[in-house]
């Protein structure tokens, strides 16, 4: 079984400020693990991904992640923050082994960024 | 390219009635998944899709089905609409079944139930 555990529903930062938003996870497997984000009314789109290569993932608009199996933890950061970077976002696990590909999302985390 | 596509974006339906949504998947693409994302419930896996076979399920009533046909395009059926069907349906696509396979979504298409 696996279970995705995304610590905060929500988070507010200033402009301009780092990101930290938090993802544990539980996986029976070796998982992929992804972070996506959602703006209002708008389907998901990937940030990143984690897929037993190197454990720093970079990602689209100056997103990173760290896998720490020993924490099974995949936490998003960003250094500064942007006004655009305001949106629900979600940590998914899928497992790499077994016939059961599907994606587990968390519960989301929505990201206010003030100016 | 193309990203994947859904249809109708919105819709309007009263309880009984039955709907159909469409997924175009990005071209190339082999795989559609199907979730709901609802206020309570968060994003829950309906099923997927692969060279026109059900792969896999989640755990929703047999209200909901689906298909994909020659051409990975997909539908979802939901018959007997409840109340609690009001949510959002993501379709995603991707190029095969393995688990390091990115999914990409379509924007959703928005379900009220009335």
């Known amino acids: 079984a696996q279970s995705v555990t995304q610590l905060d529903s929500h988070v507010s930062v200033s402009e301009g400020t780092p990101v930290l938003l938090r993802c544990n996870y539980s996986?029976?497997?070796?998982?992929?693990l992804f972070w996506y984000v959602q703006h209002p009314n708008k389907g998901l789109q990937l940030l990143l991904k984690?897929?037993?290569?190197?454990?720093l993932v970079k990602g689209i608009n100056g997103f990173e992640a760290e896998f720490k199996k020993s924490e099974t933890s995949f936490h998003l950061t960003k250094p500064s923050a942007h006004m655009s970077d305001a949106a629900e976002y979600f940590c998914v696990v899928n497992p790499s082994s077994g016939s059961a590909r599907q994606l587990t999302f968390g519960s989301g985390t929505q990201l206010t960024v003030l100016p | 390219k193309a990203g994947v596509t859904q249809t109708p974006r919105y819709l309007i339906k009263t309880r009984g009635q039955q709907v159909t949504l469409s997924c175009s998947p990005i071209?190339?693409?082999?795989?559609v998944s199907w979730y709901q994302q609802t206020p309570g419930q968060g994003l829950q896996f309906l099923f997927e899709y692969f060279s026109e076979t059900q792969r896999n399920k989640g755990n929703f009533p047999g209200r909901f089905s689906g298909r994909q046909f020659s051409n990975s395009r997909s539908e979802m059926n939901v018959s007997t609409l409840e109340l609690g069907d009001s949510a959002l349906y993501l379709c995603a696509s991707s190029l095969a079944l393995t688990s390091t396979d990115t999914q990409y979504f379509g924007p959703g298409t928005r379900l009220t139930v009335l």
């Open positions: 984690y897929t037993s290569a190197a454990t």
């Open positions: 071209s190339g693409h082999r795989s």
């Open positions: 996986s029976s497997y070796s998982p992929s």
